[in-house]
């Protein structure tokens, strides 16, 4: 504060007396404005900020001081907490969704025209790669089984870590086995003679960039951390992993559960509702208590009783002291109600979704919220995509290839396989997440038609959004008007449209 505050002693020195109603104010020597008032508040050094940070820390010292911690928590309420348990399944359902990441092939020609065989074939591959027993190394996961618990994990654990296993063994040549995160030691600091430094277990050249993981070798029949000395570690190249997280701060090296700033509130609010719901339990026994006014103080006798609703004893010449506890009140509701709220804001997700609680909501405000909410959903979305789909399919790609998992029709009525030498054309694809129903059907299609007639977007990019692929869509609709054709059946139309001609019309009016 010492350049701020003789800055404002000065203005304050030279400022000028002013007069009201008669009296001369002048300005009191060395006060602090309300600027400077504002401005201090938060750097101050008082009884009310005396467990407030005072000197700020890298992300590197914060993950290495707190890691262990903040995950091991982080596990516990994921463990014990309603919330934190609802929580992980928003991710999952609103991220992964429940068939994953799903793929759409775009292979062109040189000349930028669609090559449908071949994004069908690669497409049609990619389905069998991702069946259980294929994709997962224990083969004890589907595709969309591992991306919903690589969801599960990064938003629990706060990262995820799989390493690319190939072999030529293996049904495609390539398969993902996920490590718990706990194998990478957030302790783990060393120089090594090559020049390059681990941090966080993680090996950086010069440029900071990973070069190698350094996985925990323990015995899995070891429980919790393995902490203290003779640590043993296996070094992966980091080609061979994929480590998925969430990068919040500069310099940042491993990943921090998402759910660190509400695992305090979520903790204290579980026991609170515990408590709660003992002491109603209690109340609800209707208990009371004995008071013997001529016992002798020193008998120790006691006299047990159950609580059992409805029931007492014979009291005889004791005199009887009711207990009758207030519980549950009605403030609880909004107690919890507010608590809730504060934890929901800490998880980034709507309260109404996290807490069930759809009561003091309407149509406007519901479809508001739900319309910010996917936003963020598509945001997550699109950093999965990245961080691990993009990851995986161009490994995968080149392992099916040069296994000629991927066949397409040839002429003469067997199959053959992609060549491999167009790997960089096939490369081209896009990978979408699940999409949610539309808040007021009518309304959006509505507005998707008159955005399609005024040339603002195309049907492609709508039936993208919808997370349907446009070449299946048409394709689908294709078979499904010969199909509708060739039973002479006609579909009921909206009011207005202009009638379909059948085949049988078409063929009568040729005659």
């Not at 938060?42 to 000197?55: D, F, G, I, P, Q």
């Not at 090559?115 to 497409?123: C, L, N, V, Y």
């Not at 086995?177 to 090996?203: A, C, W, Y």
Request: charged fraction near 25%; include cysteine.
């Amino acid at each position: 504060m010492g350049l701020f505050s003789s800055l404002f002693r000065k203005q304050a020195e030279h400022k000028p007396a002013r007069r009201l109603a008669g009296h001369i104010i002048k300005p009191k020597s060395g006060a602090m404005n309300v600027g400077e008032r504002h401005f201090a508040d938060a750097a101050s050094n008082n009884r009310l900020t005396a467990s407030w940070a005072v000197t700020p820390t890298t992300v590197d010292a914060y993950i290495y001081q707190h890691w262990n911690s903040l995950v091991a928590r982080s596990r516990d309420q994921a463990e014990k907490s309603d919330h934190a348990r609802k929580f992980l399944q928003l991710c999952r359902d609103n991220i992964a969704g429940p068939n994953g990441f799903n793929l759409q092939s775009q292979v062109k020609d040189p000349s930028g025209k669609a090559d449908s065989i071949a994004s069908d074939a690669i497409e049609n591959a990619w389905h069998e790669f991702s069946k259980r027993g294929v994709y997962e190394i224990t083969r004890s996961m589907s595709r969309p089984d591992v991306e919903r618990l690589v969801v599960t994990t990064v938003a629990r654990d706060g990262e995820c870590f799989a390493i690319k296993r190939r072999s030529k063994n293996l049904p495609h040549g390539i398969a993902i086995q996920l490590v718990d995160p706990v194998g990478l030691d957030p302790t783990h600091f060393e120089t090594l003679n090559n020049g390059n430094r681990v941090k966080h277990g993680i090996e950086f050249n010069s440029d900071e960039q990973p070069v190698a993981y350094w996985f925990r070798d323990w015995d899995e029949r070891q429980v919790g951390y393995v902490l203290g000395t003779g640590k043993k570690y296996q070094r992966i190249a980091a080609e061979d992993v994929i480590h998925v997280f969430v990068v919040e701060c500069i310099g940042q090296k491993r990943g921090l559960p998402w759910t660190r700033t509400a695992l305090f509130r979520m903790r204290n609010l579980a026991a609170f509702e515990d408590a709660a719901i003992i002491n109603a339990r209690i109340g609800a026994s209707k208990m009371g208590f004995f008071k013997d006014t001529d016992a002798d103080p020193d008998d120790t006798d006691d006299l047990p009783m159950d609580a059992e609703p409805g029931v007492f004893e014979n009291i005889g010449s004791r005199e009887f002291q009711q207990w009758n506890p207030q519980f549950p009140e009605q403030s609880i509701e909004a107690f919890t109600r507010s608590c809730l709220r504060s934890i929901a804001v800490g998880l980034g997700v709507s309260y109404n979704n996290l807490a069930g609680d759809l009561t003091s909501v309407n149509f406007s405000s519901i479809r508001q919220g739900a319309l910010d909410e996917r936003e963020v959903w598509k945001g997550l979305q699109q950093f999965f995509i990245s961080a691990w789909c993009e990851q995986l399919y161009p490994e995968w790609l080149q392992m099916a290839l040069l296994m000629e998992k991927i066949r397409v029709p040839t002429k003469a009525g067997g199959s053959g396989a992609l060549p491999f030498i167009k790997l960089d054309k096939y490369k081209q694809a896009a990978f979408t997440g699940r999409r949610w129903s539309w808040i007021d059907p009518k309304t959006e299609v509505e507005a998707n038609a008159i955005a399609i007639g005024q040339k603002l977007v195309s049907r492609s990019e709508i039936i993208r959004q919808m997370g349907g692929d446009p070449d299946d869509v048409w394709a689908e609709c294709q078979r499904e008007e010969e199909a509708l054709d060739a039973l002479g059946l006609v579909p009921d139309l909206l009011p207005g449209s202009p009638p379909q001609p059948t085949a049988q019309d078409a063929s009568t009016a040729a005659e």
